[in-house]
């Protein structure tokens, strides 16, 4: 999975609250838009592109249509999240072992 359109999804405050309502329990549009102060069809968009970043599961149930948050879908976020981490805290350790000076070498370069 991209991390790129999952970023990019939670990048929206709409969609971060749509996900902390889906998290606990499956919910159809209505009531995901009943806790928002957006239309249904602006809720309905911010799942499709939830959805297509794989962060949400849609399943029918009737002639409704319930969302609920994906797991999986978060694995590419924290895959990006860890390698960035350890990278930059990898240098930073770097810096704390070479104490000091290196610091002040390092900013002249």
Request: proline content about 8%; hydrophobic content about 40%; overall charge neutral.
């Given at each position: 999975m991209n991390?790129?359109?999952a970023l990019k999804a939670l990048a929206e405050p709409h969609r971060?609250?749509?996900l902390t309502l889906v998290a606990g329990e499956a919910r159809p549009v209505g009531d995901i838009a009943g806790h928002l102060d957006i239309t249904p069809q602006a809720t309905s968009r911010h799942?499709?592109?939830l959805r297509e970043a794989g962060l949400v599961d849609e399943r029918r149930e009737g002639t409704r249509?319930?969302?609920a948050?994906?797991?999986d879908g978060f694995a590419a976020v924290q895959e990006f999240l860890a390698g960035f981490w350890?990278?930059?805290l990898g240098?930073?350790?770097t810096v704390l072992a070479e104490g000091p000076a290196a610091?002040?070498?390092q900013r002249r370069d």
């Open positions: 991390p790129d359109a971060r609250a749509i799942l499709k592109v249509h319930l969302f948050v994906n797991p350890a990278e930059h240098r930073l350790g610091e002040r070498e």
